[in-house]
């Protein structure tokens, strides 16, 4: 069983930065980002492959964030730039063992770990 513990959400004026940190055992794992906004639902924004050789983004966060990973610190990284009020919702950590990944990183069904999420709040 993986725990993913996310950390750095905040409140942050608009264009402002954050960076989210997700810790975990997860030097196997695809590892994603996923945001929900109130009263829609739970889009993706970012995923990383287990090596970090390959990095996935959603159009809408596309030259603004960038996700990363460190496994020696056990550790992945979704740096947040330009923040837009729109990029307001909970954001959500999420891994899949590579060994059982099927490909469709954007989908929240790929990943079967999940992390408790943390708010990220952008004021205009």
């Known amino acids: 069983q993986v725990q993913l513990v996310e950390s750095g959400g905040g409140l942050v004026q608009a264009g402002g930065s954050l960076r989210l940190s997700c810790a975990a055992s997860?030097?196997?794992?695809?590892m994603g980002w996923f945001r929900q906004a109130p009263g829609k639902e739970r889009e993706f924004v970012a995923a990383i492959t287990s090596s970090g050789s390959s990095t996935y983004y959603a159009d809408s966060v596309k030259g603004r964030f960038t996700i990363s990973r460190d496994n020696a610190k056990n550790t992945v990284y979704l740096q947040m730039n330009s923040l837009k009020p729109e990029d307001t919702a909970v954001y959500y950590c999420?891994?899949?063992?590579?060994?059982?990944?099927?490909?469709?990183?954007?989908?929240?069904?790929?990943?079967?770990?999940w992390g408790q999420g943390t708010q990220v709040t952008v004021s205009s």
């Open positions: 997860i030097s196997r794992y695809v």
């Open positions: 999420c891994g899949k063992d590579r060994l059982l990944y099927s490909g469709f990183y954007y989908s929240r069904n790929e990943y079967n770990y």
